[in-house]
């Protein structure tokens, strides 16, 4: 079965230090993968998504970038973070077929001070 | 950015009554999920509508999607605490889906 790693669970950083969060995909092959962040109580923000290693669509411009180093991971980078970074990131995954529906991961809470 | 208004953004009711939350868009998608979320938890798939006008019921949650694929509704009868959570409607374009921005239930024993 398929199963979809994220981490860490939590993480406090202050302003203007770098961020690196890493999701991995098990039980799968060439994933669509997806990076959304959730303001508290509120719909999800589709940051970044990618269909292929190596290939990123940027859906917002941010202070963020994402990379996919390998089919079956996604990277969600900063080199220096803002207050308004602040937010609950979540990375999911989907099949390439239609009717796909996206499997999401337990999500990381950042809080930056 | 395709953009999707839920509402209402908060609801509080007794257990026992019924509830409706929409989804609406002006843009038209392949296909439009529901999910709903825990606190400090990725969102779930409840439910996929695919055709204009399709209903599809899931116990005592019954879904619509809008004859144009732009809208969807969410219906629950008889809501118990167990449904208080977060909801969430997201329509999907070729390889995006954009979600809705969340309907907060809660039910009260």
């Known amino acids: 079965s398929q199963t979809i790693h994220q981490w860490p669970a939590t993480l406090v950083q202050p302003v203007g230090s770098p961020l690196s969060l890493e999701c991995t995909v098990e039980?799968?092959?060439?994933?669509?993968l997806y990076w959304y962040r959730q303001a508290a109580g509120r719909g999800l923000q589709l940051l970044f998504y990618?269909?292929?290693?190596?290939?990123i669509s940027s859906e917002v411009p941010q202070n963020l970038s994402a990379s996919r180093p390998q089919d079956r991971q996604f990277i969600l980078s900063s080199k220096k973070l803002l207050l308004s970074d602040s937010g609950f990131y979540l990375c999911?995954?989907?099949?390439?077929?239609?009717?796909?529906?996206?499997?999401f991961g337990s999500g990381t809470q950042l809080s930056v001070l | 950015t395709q953009l999707l208004e839920q509402s209402p953004q908060f609801l509080s009711i007794q257990e026992g009554e019924n509830l409706t939350v929409y989804c609406n868009s002006s843009?038209?998608?392949?296909?439009l999920q529901w999910y709903r979320q825990e606190p400090g938890e990725g969102p779930v798939l409840l439910v996929t509508?695919?055709?204009?006008?399709e209903v599809k019921k899931l116990k005592r949650l019954t879904f619509q999607f809008g004859d144009a694929r732009k809208d969807s509704s969410l219906h629950i009868t008889a809501a118990q605490p167990g449904d208080t959570g977060l909801y969430l409607c997201?329509?999907?374009?070729?390889?995006?889906?954009?979600f809705g921005t969340g309907t907060s239930l809660t039910v009260i024993p």
């Open positions: 999911a995954w989907s099949g390439d077929r239609v009717q796909e529906k996206l499997f």
């Open positions: 039980g799968t092959s060439n994933p669509n």
């Open positions: 990618s269909v292929g290693i190596g290939q």
């Open positions: 843009s038209v998608f392949s296909s």
């Open positions: 509508v695919v055709t204009g006008g």
């Open positions: 997201a329509g999907a374009t070729g390889n995006q889906f954009y």
